[in-house]
């Protein structure tokens, strides 16, 4: 175990940029009463941009010289490499995409505030460090650094009795998911004397008496289970829907995207870092909530006529399948980089959905129902194809990402012999088609209904951006290896 060190600090320098970043905003917003909600905007993108710019240096470049090789920093709290590095500059560059989306919006949420934005920014510091965190202490710092603002955004419209439900629902069983992951960590630390992951891998390697086994079989379910909460996995998903409604639709959409990504690395560190040696105990309680998930997630989107909730339980399959990622990533590096390539485009489809329904307006207001979006495309043909082609995504169509990603997942887990759980994930893919063809079909098939204007109602960089997160999806369907090969 290393000393902390000037390197310490070069590696912690996203973070650390960040950090000073939000403090700088606190103090411009205590210090003039009628802060500018531009102000506070350029600053968030100031410190989401510089955030990644400063990941990219240190892909670029081994701020370490050499000791990377060690890989662990902080008193072995935190892991740094290039891997994880770019993991942070993918999330927090869907952030930017969103803060970007949701500007126009904030003043008819009732949430064009400094609160906003810090709340936005200290979560996606817990996202960086939970990604990074070398210890199950790191991990559980950082998930409730992640996680305790999101409860506050979720709450910041006051004045929606939706928000306030789905707020408290949220908080409730978020701090149930949490109070269950820590009891987790703490049958870890007591069946094998250690926070930190790699020395827990190597002691249960070094051979298990059978009640340490017994002790670390429990843990690993109470671990599970905090995981799956924060990915919105069945049978733990319940809160999911209510948030996507009830919350404001740019708090929405910055829950639905990055914080997967975040989620997904917590379950690596904590499941193949850690209990790796135990996979085999383990497996199948994930191939069961997989399961669960694709089922429910499709099955229950199918009777969806709000299309916020259509895209909540659409976003429990998709839980399903970054729990099959997880599920593979133990079998092989590029596994691993098939579980991190889905999660990181189905955050990035995520956002443009978000993307586009902050942009569309009926009469002046937020769209609710799928039918809402009746004849849209016959005055917005271009917007209409661009939201086709997010739906085609989700859904898994060739030749966009979500197709490649569905594909490298399933393939993976065939190849690690998981046959059935491919069969059923494929059959639910095929049901899910429906709902997103619906909005499609709406869209482009139905008429006008009468009395009824639809509008794009999005300032000129919300547009720019809404046009690249799509393209992206269908230059990425068309050449993975893009991405992939930064990942594998």
């Known amino acids: 175990m290393m000393e902390l060190n000037f390197t310490d600090l070069l590696v912690a320098l996203p973070e650390i940029f960040l950090m000073s970043m939000i403090v700088i905003i606190l103090l411009y917003e205590s210090l003039n009463k ?3 909600q531009s102000m506070l905007y350029t600053l968030s993108l100031i410190a989401l941009f510089g955030t990644a710019v400063l990941g990219l240096f240190q892909y670029n470049y081994d701020v370490t010289e050499g000791v990377i090789a060690s890989n662990f920093f902080w008193y072995g709290e935190i892991i ?3 891997l994880i590095t770019l993991i942070k500059v993918f999330m927090v560059l869907i ?8 500007y126009s919006r904030l003043n008819e949420n009732d949430i064009a505030n400094a609160e906003y934005y810090v709340l936005v920014l200290l979560s996606t510091l817990g996202m960086l460090v939970l990604v990074a965190a ?3 202490l790191t991990v559980y710092v950082g998930l409730e650094l992640m996680s305790l603002p999101m409860y506050g955004l979720v709450a910041l419209n006051r004045r929606s009795n939706k928000g306030s439900e789905a707020a408290m629902k949220y908080f409730v ?3 149930m998911s949490s109070g269950i992951l820590l009891f987790g960590m703490a049958l870890l630390y007591g069946a094998t004397g250690s926070l930190q992951i790699i020395d827990i891998r190597e002691v249960i390697a070094g051979g298990m008496t059978d009640s340490q086994s017994r002790l670390i079989l429990f843990s690993a379910v109470f671990l599970i289970v905090g995981t799956v909460f924060k990915l919105g996995g069945a049978p733990f998903h319940s809160w999911v829907p209510d948030v996507y409604e009830g919350a404001p639709a740019p708090v929405a959409m910055y829950i639905g995207a990055a914080p997967k990504i975040a989620a997904f690395m917590m379950g690596v560190i904590i499941l193949l870092g850690g209990l790796l040696e135990f996979a085999d105990k ?3 309680f994930v191939i069961a909530i997989a399961i669960i998930s694709f089922v429910i997630g499709n099955l229950v989107a199918l009777k969806q006529e709000n299309i916020r909730r259509m895209l909540g339980y659409s976003a429990v399959s998709h839980a399903g399948f970054i729990l099959l990622g997880l599920l593979i990533a133990d079998t092989s590096y590029d596994a691993l980089g098939a579980g991190l390539f889905y999660a990181i485009t189905y955050a990035m489809t995520t956002t443009a959905a978000f993307g586009f329904l902050l942009s569309v307006k009926i009469n002046g207001k937020e769209i609710q129902a799928i039918d809402d979006l009746k004849g849209f495309a016959k005055k917005h043909a271009w917007y209409g194809i661009l939201m086709a082609a997010v739906m085609l995504s989700m859904g898994g169509i060739p030749f966009f990402v979500g197709f490649y ?3 490298v997942v399933l393939r993976a887990a065939f190849e690690a012999g998981y046959l059935y759980t491919v069969i059923i994930a494929l059959l639910m893919s095929v049901i899910g088609l429906y709902y997103y063809l619906r909005v499609i079909k709406v869209m482009f098939f139905d008429e006008e209904v009468t009395g009824k204007e639809l509008t794009i109602e999005a300032n ?3 547009q720019v951006f809404f046009n690249i997160n799509t393209i992206l999806l269908v230059v990425l369907g068309l050449s993975p290896s893009l991405l992939l090969m930064f990942l594998n």
């Not at 952030?95 to 949701?102: E, K, N, R, S, T």
């Open 173 to 175: 069983m978020g701090a």
């Open 134 to 136: 070398g210890s199950v």
């Open 282 to 284: 383990w497996q199948p």
């Open 405 to 407: 990603a569905k594909f």
């Open 95 to 102: 952030v930017a995409f969103g803060l970007v989306y949701g």
């Open 80 to 82: 740094y490499n290039p």
């Open 460 to 462: 000129g960089m919300s």
């Open 34 to 36: 009628n802060a500018k």
